[in-house]
């Protein structure tokens, strides 16, 4: 039965009830159920800013809801068929049965008066509780697909690709997807689940749902779908002008005087420096956060020293609890940490028995933001790194867990944003404005609560730097613009390695022109704990450190290379302000793959290791070793000019490039009035 309800196309067949309705420009939202009402929850969904009232009209046969440039029909089996503005299908659901009826004039349905008996729509029961859910959908085999988040594979286009819809270490599940037949989707739901952009069908899955809920845009280009699902999912606050340099970090500076020094020492060389880090286990114990007193002995003459150089702070935060700690047993009483369904209330070992606060639940994120507040905000530290965000679990059994909103399996995807929710609510709540923290994982939604996402733990080799390429630009693509990777990967590099050195190079010049450009690593050799006697776990001296890792660690010839780069970033700041203003206002990733800004070039969208940072500098970075040169595609509709030599080249065609140790190629749009040297 096809009616309508307030402006929302509704559907109902036997126990399943579904809405159509507008959400924003040129959008629409479905939702479908087989219990007795529709859930309300919004997930990563925002309430649109201005009222739109979509055009709904109901037919003999079938029913059409039109949006702007969106319209979705739906015929009297319940299947949809999505268009846009110009009558062109952009999106069909995948079924194959003989109830499939079609008066919509224009359409041709695929699979008509199957044998087969495969639905769209598939609700599962679980015995005893909600449902698995299946949502299928035709698959155009030349239809490419971008954006989903952050996964640790080297392919930019996700066609023929199956993705885990859960969070891992170094694993982000953002599932908002770009299509090349003009439209984006996102999986509204933070059920663990998979998605399998194959040839014959797109198929969506959560493993434990109350409901199918997904949003859907159609735009005249990339940036148009971008922009409507940032007003769909908010946007980034404004960068701070602090954030947008170069930052220090390495595993554990392991003292106070240690970590000022190297500040002090960038201060001495004339090298710019914007954040400097204070890594994990700075503290007294997990779940405590706050400073060990023994080494970190006057946080506020550190805060002060570093700012009056003109760096900024960030600290370290672990959403983990050891059972030992002193706030464990007042959190258990409270409900304030994440339950097990079976066994102990264990879901990390490293360095201790832990568990996890639970950030679904509001008075968790408020207890741990006062302790934050209590033992480092107030000293003037106003930027955090939420570490462990998925969150990380020794093993990943995740329907082991339980959260004050429901099972893992059902919402646990939510973590990472609430987790940024709780410093952000209790920043702007102290009166801060722009709030950035960083962050290892993030969903959609997460970029409103000023979520910077890097790329997890990854190892240190130009096969995991391939990885990260494609990471980062999905996550941009998916409606996270604030990203960043560890320069030189995180585990395994040693400075004294030729090979890792040369990766090292390659990986600071790719992150010049990465959204945040930001050195971090362990290092090797590891330096043993300061004081292993005070037991596993306990105090700033009982975990080991790595080798050193500031940009002189690594010989003169290197050093000059990185200090160029930094300054280089330093004379592109007016142009970084500028993208992050965009990001802002328009939900734009600073960085993107070419078919951003050049939608009508079929060449840029198959183009998978070169990227535009803003609109103005295309990099063709070097992820291969022993490479001193590279081919470079031009997109076509500009002219282009070599950053190093001058040099003009009409887009369109492919060149090659001199790629010397000291330099990546790097392309500014002719007439951008811009220069790196």
């Known amino acids: 039965m096809l009616s309508t309800q307030n402006g929302a196309l509704l559907f109902h067949m036997d126990a399943e009830t579904m809405i159509i309705e507008a959400w924003g420009r040129d959008s629409l939202r479905v939702r479908a159920t087989k219990l007795p009402e529709i859930p309300t929850t919004e997930w990563a969904l925002i309430q649109p800013k201005q009222e739109v009232k979509a055009t709904v009209t109901i037919f003999d046969g079938y029913a059409v809801i039109e949006n702007g440039k969106i319209k979705a029909t739906v015929d009297k089996s319940g299947k949809i068929f999505f268009q846009n503005s110009a009558g062109k299908v952009l999106l069909e659901e995948y079924v194959r049965n003989r109830k499939l009826y079609n008066f919509a004039p224009g359409i041709v349905p695929s699979g008509f008066a199957s044998a087969l008996d495969i639905e769209a729509r598939e609700f599962k029961p679980i015995l005893g509780g909600d449902y698995a859910l299946t949502a299928r959908f035709e698959s155009d085999p030349e239809e490419k697909i971008y954006g989903l988040g952050q996964y640790q594979q ?58 199918l809920d997904y949003w859907i845009t159609a735009g005249d280009s990339p940036a148009d779908i971008l922009e409507n699902y940032s007003m769909a999912t908010g946007s980034v606050p ?120 639970d950030a679904t639940n509001p008075g968790a994120r408020e207890y741990v933001w006062n302790k934050a507040k209590q033992n480092y905000y107030d000293y003037g530290i106003k930027l955090f790194w939420l570490d462990e965000a998925e969150p990380e679990y020794t093993y990943y059994d995740f329907d082991l867990y339980r959260y004050h909103q429901g099972p893992n399996v059902e919402i646990g995807n939510l973590y990472p944003m609430l987790y940024a929710r709780a410093f952000y609510d209790g920043m702007t709540g102290e009166g801060q404005e722009n709030v950035i923290n960083l962050l290892r994982c993030a969903w959609a939604g997460s970029q409103r609560y000023g979520a910077l996402v890097w790329s997890g733990d990854i190892d240190s080799s130009f096969r995991s730097l391939r990885n990260q390429f494609a990471a980062g630009l999905n996550m941009g693509i998916a409606g996270i613009p604030w990203w960043t990777t560890d320069i030189g990967g995180f585990h395994g590099g040693d400075a004294s390695s030729e090979e890792f050195r040369e990766c090292f190079t390659r990986w600071f010049q790719y992150a010049t022109f990465c959204p945040v450009m930001r050195l971090h690593g362990d290092r090797e050799p590891h330096t043993p704990p300061m004081d292993a006697s005070q037991g596993i776990g306990v105090g700033g001296g009982s975990c080991p450190s790595g080798a050193a890792n500031e940009i002189w660690s690594y010989g003169e010839d290197i050093y000059e290379i990185c200090k160029d780069f930094i300054g280089i970033r330093g004379k592109l700041l007016p142009y970084i302000r500028e993208q992050m203003a965009l990001a802002h206002e328009k939900g734009q990733p600073p960085m993107r793959p070419l078919f951003f800004d050049y939608p009508d070039d079929e060449a840029a969208w198959k183009v998978q290791d070169e990227f535009l940072f803003g609109p103005d500098i295309l990099v063709a970075p070097v992820l291969y070793s022993g490479l001193r040169e590279r081919e470079v595609y031009l997109p076509k509709g500009a002219s282009w000019k070599d950053a190093w030599t001058d040099e003009t080249f009409d887009g369109g065609q ?24």
């Open 238 to 357: 404004m960068m701070p002008d602090w954030a947008m340099g170069f930052w220090q970090c390495k595993l554990r500076y392991q003292t106070q005087e240690e970590l000022l020094t190297v500040a002090r020492e960038y201060k001495r060389r004339g090298v710019p420096l914007s954040v400097i880090v204070v890594d994990f286990f700075h503290w007294t114990m997990q779940g405590d956060w706050k400073f060990d007193k023994k080494y970190w002995p006057d946080p506020q003459a550190m805060v002060d020293e570093l700012k009056s150089m003109g760096v900024e702070l960030m600290v370290s935060i672990w959403p983990t609890v050891d059972h030992r700690s002193e706030n464990f047993q007042e959190m258990t009483e409270k409900g304030y940490l994440i339950r097990t369904d079976r066994g102990q209330r264990i879901a990390m070992i490293f360095q201790g028995n832990t568990v996890h606060f």
């Open 154 to 211: 080297p392919n930019l286009d996700q066609k023929g690709c199956e993705l885990e819809l859960a969070h891992r270490n170094s694993q982000a599940s953002v599932p908002f997807a770009l299509s090349s037949l003009g439209y984006g989707f996102l999986w509204n739901n933070p059920s663990v689940g998979r998605v399998s952009f194959a040839k014959n069908v797109t198929t969506w899955t959560a493993t434990s749902t109350k409901v």
């Open 654 to 677: 492919t060149i090659t490039a001199a790629a010397p140790i000291e330099r990546i190629p790097v392309f500014i749009r002719a007439g951008a009035g811009l220069e790196l040297r």
